[in-house]
């Protein structure tokens, strides 16, 4: 029978319901009739592939020491998994309660969890995929400790009232056999000895159990007789016990910073009382008590001193001094400082048997942010080099980009220039976690992320084959000179902390070159070199921008105007006093406003450059009369022309990074063209000075804060107002006045004298350097407008509207006209052009596309001497929301990226300049002068729209959402074609077809709880995309069919058949005198025979989705099925083998049976029935 799918039927519905809003316009012509749509829905499924990084505060932490894998617990009811290197798994609890404890089934594929709502889980870890088998719910006690003992089914659980109840871990039901607090502790005890902190058996005899209590006895429990053999008292509360392995004596470390070491037999006091960082007084006192002692353990070695490790007990006049973990070593102490607090640590040991010296080789440490692996081995005990990818967070996570099916070459360049910074002095031995397998993936495409750090660091990693590895890391900040002090500090900070702190970046691949803005609004262009150079002098470009207009209105596409609303910044409210002010030019401060004054000091001495990324230039936004520089909003960089473009709330500006030159600056409202039906004009203009005196500037800053923080603080936004400095008391009301209301507009030679000026350089070309730009400045300081108001878009939306990058992160919107996106691209940027010429798209968050034309020299040495020309060419498309993506398709539906220039070194020798020359394309591929026309793809926070070039006329629109918005919206190649895709602040992510925008996916995946998922998710191609799901994880999801069916392949796997190591050899003598460990049989003792059934109100079992039923009916795949396979013909072996032994013993039996009843019927044969 043929499976329905109920999403074809969907898809039909949308389609339809759609018709409305995605069809062509009336009219125009129907130019993607050529166009074959080849997605569908049926390519698309969206799922979780793998998470990178550190758990998100861990809890607690296990090690199977025969499977060779780390488990890690967290706050937050998640499970990690770790292997070898690329070998990891996540999985999560529901319910998100936090992981208490774990335990792993050694060598049995299987882990017990314990969470804080007094819930156990049994997990299989026999598939890629772990799943729950069974829960346990407790109804009436809390959990405190489990303890399962090697090889053995029966789990102990201790309490909060001070029991122990035994559960089997295969059924997952509980024994009727309890162990009492009150049978445990002496009848004379008159007080509780509160919760189980510690349950373990004597190593040399499984029938004896000791019970620690937290406050401070210790119980040896004989299961067998059901009483307490012996009983341990100490006045200070309990933290942890460790047995040594001969059974004959355990080590307990106490809450005042002390290790007491008892003999089994002799429980009336302490063998040894020791104060490991405790100051030893001369009198022979009791030393200073000294801070708890959390954990110890107790590794005994063949050839030498046993080890005993600690974590804390320092003494409390160490005051600010990093949590250490202690490890001593016969007469030795090494005491080995942490960078963050201690959560677990564990000792790896050679054997799994706790009666066997144990050997122990290296201790895993896990912290709050980190895990380190000590090798004890080695003299100084150095750490492992962590294979993992855990140091995501190492500086928090400011912005995210993700690039699928990169160049080849790419990886290898990047990992030769990274290893070089490895540091030196780890262990020489391998990583000791080493178990699983790593997935048999058939995607090998090449994938690269890079995120953006607040200390001004770039991490480039490699993400192929759902792994991830660090690749290269570059230092921004090396090129600023950094403050010693605080008194050193500059003031033109615009941040208060992470001055460096990674805004936006824009990377080309294929060449290599890589743009970075920073929140100090500077702009740095890198080229990738593998040669090591040192720069004498940092090339610096300063750049003045400043808004023309700070209030503007802004149009309506469907031709209605609505009421807008005032924003607080516009009138005299108190708000206004909430944030913190810069001086003002009315101030009579001696040094006056800041003015052409960087945020940033450029580093002035020579500046050392590995291979890598090295600096071509550095770019900053000045101080404006008093107003700091307003942050970048976007950022675009292309090799093939060689610019660079950025723009913020002021506008934009178009930089040469191969002539080092400003080309072009100019304020938002200036790109649009006189005629232009979406033109920006002032609403309120403010009162002219009559004399030429520079206005008075009042600038109110918001404080920026760090972008990483949870709390998302507010982006800094500036207003600015001028008034006559000689009536100051009328200031607030002239600002709010009206233009109706009889105030003084601006004098009308100031505007002759502005538009002159605006065609003066209209005719050359718009190339602006920095002597015009200040000119423009001083002109446009003489025209402003007054309140800022919300556009009309936004009022009738009541939505946020946001843009790509910064101010996706903040809560007070700007509402000045920003520029929220760039696309380079060879199009036709008027209606009149019959033949492609490179020109530039322009976005704005008011939801308007414009198109500017650039007109290029030559390639060769005509490009370096001559200048590159730009002009204005008006608003192409006016959208709803802000503007996020922009893309070109040509007459077929073919994505056309923008151009590039293949990667050459700039510092190698001039023969291989050559070479890559001769390589490298001329000029741009002639194939599209033939094209007669284009598609330009447009997504805004609203909609999306398809307009034809050079007709600009638009054939598709469709509406994306109505309550929401789009936070991140791409245009990616899928399934050998392209789509949009979106992910909205309600959750959805959604791919659209191209050109016709015909929905194909729409699922409601994640709420946006957290403004980090909308500052780092990020699509890319092949179905590929991420997010930061915590502060210290990288979640990767797939939109791909193909991918999800390939899933289980490629995911890898974490239980590999292992032999168990053979018992340790009991030697003659232990056999003859009974001297060897002592088994119990706890099935005897446990089971419901015994020791009946247990109150079915103490705990309720919970089956789980991970039974076996539900893991045949879930396990897919080829390996799957060929595991299946295998494992069902090994059992159809194993009891055919099994059935044959049967079978001869039973014919046996049947001979033997027919052989006495032939000699039976011999016997009495003849006798007559009285003589028998």
Same mark, same amino acid.
């Given at each position: 029978?043929?499976?329905?799918?109920?999403?074809?039927?969907?898809?039909?519905?949308?389609?339809?319901?759609?018709?409305?809003?995605?069809?062509?316009?009336?009219?125009?012509?129907?130019?993607?009739?050529?166009?074959?749509?080849?997605?569908?829905?049926? *390519?698309?499924?969206?799922?979780?592939?793998?998470?990178?990084?550190?758990?998100?505060?861990?809890?607690?932490?296990?090690?199977?020491?025969?499977?060779?894998?780390?488990?890690?617990?967290?706050?937050?009811?998640?499970?990690?998994?770790? $292997?070898?290197?690329?070998?990891?798994?996540?999985?999560?609890?529901?319910?998100?309660?936090?992981?208490?404890?774990?335990?792993?089934?050694?060598?049995?594929?299987?882990?017990?969890?314990?969470?804080?709502?007094?819930?156990?889980?049994?997990?299989?870890?026999?598939?890629?995929?772990?799943?729950?088998?069974?829960?346990?719910?407790?109804?009436?006690?809390?959990?405190?400790?489990?303890?399962?003992?090697?090889?053995?089914?029966?789990?102990?659980?201790?309490?909060?009232?001070?029991?122990?109840?035994?559960?089997?871990?295969?059924?997952?039901?509980?024994?009727?056999?309890?162990?009492?607090?009150?049978?445990?502790?002496?009848?004379?005890?008159?007080?509780?000895?509160?919760?189980?902190?510690?349950?373990?058996?004597?190593?040399?005899?499984?029938?004896?159990?000791?019970?620690?209590?937290?406050?401070?006895?210790?119980?040896?429990?004989?299961?067998?007789?059901?009483?307490?053999?012996?009983?341990?008292?100490?006045?200070?509360?309990?933290?942890?016990?460790?047995?040594? *392995?001969?059974?004959?004596?355990?080590?307990?470390?106490?809450?005042?910073?002390?290790?007491?070491?008892?003999?089994?037999?002799?429980?009336?006091?302490?063998?040894?009382?020791?104060?490991?960082?405790?100051?030893?007084?001369?009198?022979?006192?009791?030393?200073?008590?000294?801070?708890?002692?959390?954990?110890?353990?107790?590794?005994?070695? &063949?050839?030498?001193?046993?080890?005993?490790?600690?974590?804390?007990?320092?003494?409390?006049?160490?005051?600010? &001094?990093?949590?250490?973990?202690?490890?001593?070593?016969?007469?030795?102490?090494?005491?080995?400082?942490?960078?963050?607090?201690?959560?677990?640590?564990?000792?790896?040991?050679?054997?799994?048997?706790?009666?066997?010296?144990?050997?122990?080789?290296?201790?895993?440490?896990?912290?709050?942010?980190?895990?380190?692996?000590?090798?004890?081995?080695?003299?100084?005990?150095?750490?492992?080099?962590?294979?993992?990818?855990?140091?995501?967070?190492?500086?928090?996570?400011?912005?995210?980009?993700?690039?699928?099916?990169?160049?080849?070459?790419?990886?290898?360049?990047?990992?030769?220039?990274?290893?070089?910074?490895?540091?030196?002095?780890?262990?020489?031995?391998?990583?000791?976690?080493?178990?699983?397998?790593?997935?048999?993936?058939?995607?090998?495409?090449?994938?690269?992320?890079?995120?953006?750090?607040?200390?001004?660091?770039?991490?480039?990693?490699?993400?192929?084959?759902?792994?991830?590895?660090?690749?290269?890391?570059?230092?921004?900040?090396?090129?600023?000179?950094?403050?010693?002090?605080?008194?050193?500090?500059?003031?033109?900070?615009?941040?208060?902390?992470?001055?460096?702190?990674?805004?936006?970046?824009?990377?080309?691949?294929?060449?290599?070159?890589?743009?970075?803005?920073?929140?100090?609004?500077?702009? /740095?262009?890198?080229?990738?070199?593998?040669?090591?150079?040192?720069?004498?002098?940092?090339?610096?470009?300063?750049?003045?921008?400043?808004?023309?207009?700070?209030?503007?209105?802004?149009?309506?596409?469907?031709?209605?105007?609505?009421?807008?609303?005032?924003?607080?910044?516009?009138?005299?409210?108190?708000?206004?006093?909430?944030?913190?002010?810069?001086?003002?030019?009315?101030?009579?401060?001696?040094?006056?406003?800041?003015?052409? /004054?960087?945020?940033?000091?450029?580093?002035?001495?020579?500046?050392?450059?590995?291979?890598?990324?090295?600096?071509?230039?550095?770019?900053?936004?000045?101080?404006?009369?008093?107003?700091?520089?307003?942050?970048?909003?976007?950022?675009?960089?292309?090799?093939?022309?060689?610019?660079?473009?950025? $723009?913020?709330?002021?506008?934009?500006?178009?930089?040469?990074?191969?002539?080092? =030159?400003?080309?072009?600056?100019?304020?938002?409202?200036?790109?649009?063209?006189?005629?232009?039906?979406?033109?920006?004009?002032?609403?309120?203009?403010?009162?002219?000075?009559?004399?030429?005196?520079?206005?008075?500037?009042?600038?109110?800053?918001?404080?920026?804060?760090?972008?990483?923080?949870?709390?998302?603080?507010?982006?800094?936004?500036?207003?600015?107002?001028?008034?006559?400095?000689?009536? $100051?008391?009328?200031?607030?009301?002239?600002?709010?006045?009206?233009?109706?209301?009889?105030?003084?507009?601006?004098?009308?030679?100031?505007?002759?004298?502005?538009?002159?000026?605006?065609?003066?350089?209209?005719?050359?070309?718009?190339?602006?350097?920095?002597?015009?730009?200040?000119?423009?400045?001083?002109?446009?300081?003489?025209?402003?407008?007054?309140?800022?108001?919300?556009?009309?878009?936004?009022?009738?939306?009541?939505?946020?509207?946001?843009?790509?990058?910064?101010?996706?992160?903040?809560?007070?919107?700007?509402?000045?006209?920003?520029?929220?996106?760039?696309?380079?691209?060879?199009?036709?940027? !008027?209606?009149?052009?019959?033949?492609?010429?490179?020109?530039?798209?322009?976005?704005? =968050? *008011?939801?308007?596309?414009?198109?500017?034309?650039?007109?290029?020299?030559?390639?060769?040495?005509?490009?370096?001497?001559?200048?590159?020309?730009?002009?204005?060419?008006?608003?192409?498309?006016?959208?709803?929301?802000?503007?996020?993506?922009?893309?070109?398709?040509?007459?077929?539906?073919?994505?056309?990226?923008?151009?590039?220039?293949?990667?050459?070194?700039?510092?190698?020798?001039?023969?291989?300049?050559?070479?890559?020359?001769?390589?490298?394309?001329?000029?741009?591929?002639?194939?599209?002068?033939?094209?007669?026309?284009?598609?330009?793809?447009?997504?805004?926070?609203?909609?999306?729209?398809?307009?034809?070039?050079?007709?600009?006329?638009?054939?598709?629109?469709?509406?994306?959402?109505?309550?929401?918005?789009?936070?991140?919206?791409?245009?990616?190649?899928?399934?050998?074609?392209?789509?949009?895709?979106?992910?909205?602040?309600?959750?959805? /992510?959604?791919?659209?077809?191209?050109?016709?925008?015909?929905?194909?996916?729409?699922?409601?995946?994640?709420?946006?709880?957290?403004?980090?998922?909308?500052?780092?998710?990020?699509?890319?191609?092949?179905?590929?995309?991420?997010?930061?799901?915590?502060?210290?994880?990288?979640?990767?999801?797939?939109?791909?069919?193909? =991918?999800?069916?390939?899933?289980?392949?490629?995911?890898?796997?974490?239980?590999?058949?292992?032999?168990?190591?053979?018992?340790?050899?009991?030697?003659?003598?232990?056999?003859?005198?009974? $001297?060897?460990?002592?088994?119990?049989?706890?099935?005897?003792?446990?089971?419901?025979?015994?020791?009946?059934?247990?109150? !079915?109100?103490?705990?309720?079992?919970?089956?789980?989705?991970?039974?076996?039923?539900?893991?045949?009916?879930?396990?897919?795949?080829?390996?799957?099925?060929?595991?299946?396979?295998?494992?069902?013909?090994?059992?159809?072996?194993?009891?055919?083998?099994?059935?044959?032994?049967?079978?001869?013993?039973?014919?046996?039996?049947?001979?033997?049976?027919?052989?006495?009843?032939?000699?039976?019927?011999?016997?009495?044969?003849?006798?007559?029935?009285?003589?028998?």
């Amino acid at each position: 029978m043929k499976k329905f799918n109920i999403r074809k039927v969907l898809d039909g519905l949308t389609a339809a319901s759609s018709s409305s809003s995605a069809t062509a316009q009336p009219g125009t012509p129907r130019e993607n009739d050529v166009v074959q749509e080849t997605l569908q829905s049926e *390519h698309f499924q969206l799922c979780k592939t793998v998470r990178h990084g550190f758990p998100y505060q861990p809890s607690s932490m296990a090690f199977d020491p025969v499977q060779k894998i780390l488990a890690i617990g967290t706050q937050t009811g998640a499970l990690r998994l770790f $292997g070898r290197a690329g070998v990891e798994c996540y999985c999560q609890h529901e319910g998100n309660a936090a992981v208490i404890q774990l335990q792993f089934l050694i060598n049995e594929g299987a882990l017990v969890s314990a969470l804080a709502d007094d819930s156990i889980h049994l997990w299989n870890l026999r598939q890629k995929i772990p799943a729950i088998l069974h829960s346990l719910k407790f109804n009436r006690e809390r959990i405190t400790y489990c303890h399962l003992p090697f090889q053995s089914k029966w789990l102990y659980i201790g309490t909060e009232r001070g029991n122990i109840h035994i559960v089997n871990v295969e059924s997952f039901t509980l024994s009727g056999y309890v162990i009492m607090w009150n049978k445990a502790i002496e009848l004379s005890t008159k007080t509780h000895p509160g919760p189980v902190v510690h349950i373990s058996d004597n190593p040399m005899d499984e029938g004896k159990l000791l019970i620690g209590f937290e406050s401070g006895i210790v119980v040896l429990w004989d299961l067998k007789c059901k009483k307490a053999d012996y009983r341990y008292n100490y006045d200070e509360a309990i933290h942890s016990v460790a047995w040594h *392995h001969e059974g004959k004596q355990f080590v307990c470390s106490h809450s005042d910073g002390t290790l007491t070491t008892w003999n089994v037999r002799t429980p009336a006091k302490p063998a040894q009382i020791i104060t490991p960082h405790g100051k030893q007084p001369k009198d022979g006192k009791k030393p200073e008590p000294c801070k708890p002692i959390l954990k110890v353990e107790y590794k005994t070695t &063949r050839a030498g001193d046993p080890f005993m490790v600690l974590s804390g007990g320092l003494s409390y006049d160490t005051v600010g &001094r990093r949590a250490c973990l202690t490890v001593m070593h016969g007469k030795s102490t090494a005491v080995l400082e942490m960078d963050y607090p201690i959560v677990d640590f564990l000792t790896l040991c050679e054997t799994p048997y706790p009666n066997d010296f144990q050997e122990p080789y290296a201790v895993v440490v896990l912290l709050e942010k980190d895990l380190v692996v000590i090798d004890l081995g080695q003299i100084g005990y150095p750490i492992f080099e962590n294979p993992y990818p855990l140091t995501i967070h190492e500086s928090p996570v400011t912005c995210c980009e993700y690039f699928a099916d990169c160049p080849a070459e790419l990886i290898p360049a990047l990992y030769s220039v990274g290893c070089r910074q490895k540091r030196q002095g780890y262990s020489k031995k391998e990583w000791p976690i080493s178990g699983g397998n790593w997935g048999q993936g058939t995607q090998s495409y090449p994938e690269i992320i890079i995120t953006g750090h607040a200390d001004g660091s770039i991490k480039f990693w490699d993400a192929s084959a759902l792994m991830l590895q660090v690749l290269y890391k570059l230092k921004t900040a090396k090129v600023f000179e950094r403050a010693r002090g605080k008194e050193e500090k500059p003031n033109t900070d615009i941040v208060d902390e992470d001055p460096f702190a990674i805004q936006t970046l824009s990377w080309c691949p294929e060449s290599r070159m890589l743009c970075v803005a920073g929140v100090s609004a500077h702009v /740095i262009v890198y080229r990738f070199s593998k040669q090591e150079i040192t720069t004498e002098v940092v090339q610096l470009l300063e750049v003045r921008m400043q808004c023309e207009f700070s209030d503007v209105d802004s149009p309506d596409p469907g031709g209605e105007q609505t009421p807008t609303l005032p924003t607080p910044g516009a009138s005299s409210s108190p708000q206004e006093s909430e944030l913190p002010t810069q001086p003002s030019t009315g101030s009579n401060s001696s040094d006056g406003p800041r003015d052409n /004054i960087p945020c940033l000091q450029v580093r002035s001495s020579p500046l050392k450059q590995s291979p890598g990324n090295q600096v071509e230039l550095v770019i900053q936004l000045v101080w404006v009369s008093g107003e700091p520089p307003q942050q970048i909003t976007s950022l675009a960089i292309n090799s093939s022309y060689g610019l660079v473009v950025f $723009g913020n709330s002021n506008g934009l500006a178009v930089v040469d990074y191969l002539q080092k =030159t400003l080309l072009f600056n100019m304020g938002t409202s200036e790109l649009y063209s006189p005629s232009d039906p979406y033109q920006r004009q002032p609403r309120s203009p403010r009162k002219a000075k009559p004399s030429g005196d520079i206005p008075t500037v009042t600038s109110c800053m918001s404080r920026l804060s760090s972008l990483y923080s949870e709390s998302m603080k507010k982006l800094r936004s500036s207003h600015f107002t001028t008034c006559d400095s000689n009536d $100051g008391s009328n200031a607030s009301e002239d600002r709010c006045r009206s233009p109706t209301s009889g105030s003084t507009s601006p004098c009308n030679s100031d505007d002759d004298k502005k538009q002159k000026f605006i065609e003066k350089v209209k005719l050359k070309s718009r190339r602006f350097s920095k002597t015009v730009a200040n000119d423009f400045a001083k002109m446009s300081r003489k025209i402003s407008s007054s309140s800022e108001q919300k556009t009309d878009l936004d009022a009738r939306d009541n939505s946020f509207t946001r843009s790509r990058s910064s101010s996706v992160a903040s809560i007070d919107r700007e509402s000045r006209e920003a520029i929220s996106s760039f696309y380079f691209c060879e199009s036709f940027p !008027r209606k009149t052009d019959c033949l492609v010429s490179p020109c530039l798209l322009v976005g704005t =968050t *008011h939801g308007s596309v414009m198109m500017v034309a650039l007109n290029l020299p030559p390639s060769g040495d005509q490009r370096l001497q001559q200048p590159v020309g730009i002009a204005s060419c008006g608003t192409l498309v006016q959208l709803k929301g802000g503007i996020l993506t922009m893309a070109l398709l040509d007459a077929t539906g073919t994505l056309l990226p923008p151009f590039f220039e293949q990667w050459y070194d700039p510092n190698a020798s001039d023969e291989e300049k050559e070479k890559s020359r001769k390589r490298r394309p001329a000029s741009p591929p002639s194939s599209q002068e033939s094209q007669d026309s284009h598609f330009a793809i447009l997504c805004s926070e609203k909609q999306a729209k398809v307009v034809a070039l050079p007709s600009q006329t638009r054939i598709y629109k469709h509406s994306i959402t109505e309550t929401s918005f789009v936070l991140r919206a791409d245009v990616v190649q899928m399934a050998g074609a392209n789509c949009i895709t979106c992910f909205c602040a309600n959750g959805h /992510i959604m791919t659209l077809s191209l050109p016709s925008l015909r929905p194909l996916l729409d699922v409601n995946y994640l709420p946006l709880t957290d403004m980090r998922i909308a500052r780092t998710f990020c699509f890319s191609n092949l179905g590929q995309a991420l997010y930061l799901t915590s502060p210290t994880e990288i979640q990767r999801i797939t939109y791909s069919q193909e =991918t999800c069916d390939n899933l289980q392949e490629m995911l890898s796997e974490l239980f590999t058949p292992v032999e168990t190591p053979e018992a340790p050899n009991r030697g003659f003598f232990k056999g003859l005198f009974g $001297g060897g460990a002592q088994s119990l049989d706890r099935e005897d003792l446990f089971g419901e025979t015994a020791a009946g059934k247990a109150s !079915r109100s103490l705990a309720q079992h919970i089956p789980g989705p991970g039974n076996m039923e539900g893991m045949k009916g879930a396990a897919s795949g080829v390996v799957g099925e060929l595991a299946r396979a295998r494992i069902a013909l090994d059992e159809r072996g194993q009891k055919l083998g099994e059935l044959e032994e049967r079978t001869a013993a039973m014919m046996a039996s049947a001979e033997s049976f027919s052989k006495h009843a032939h000699d039976m019927m011999l016997k009495y044969k003849d006798k007559k029935w009285y003589q028998l």
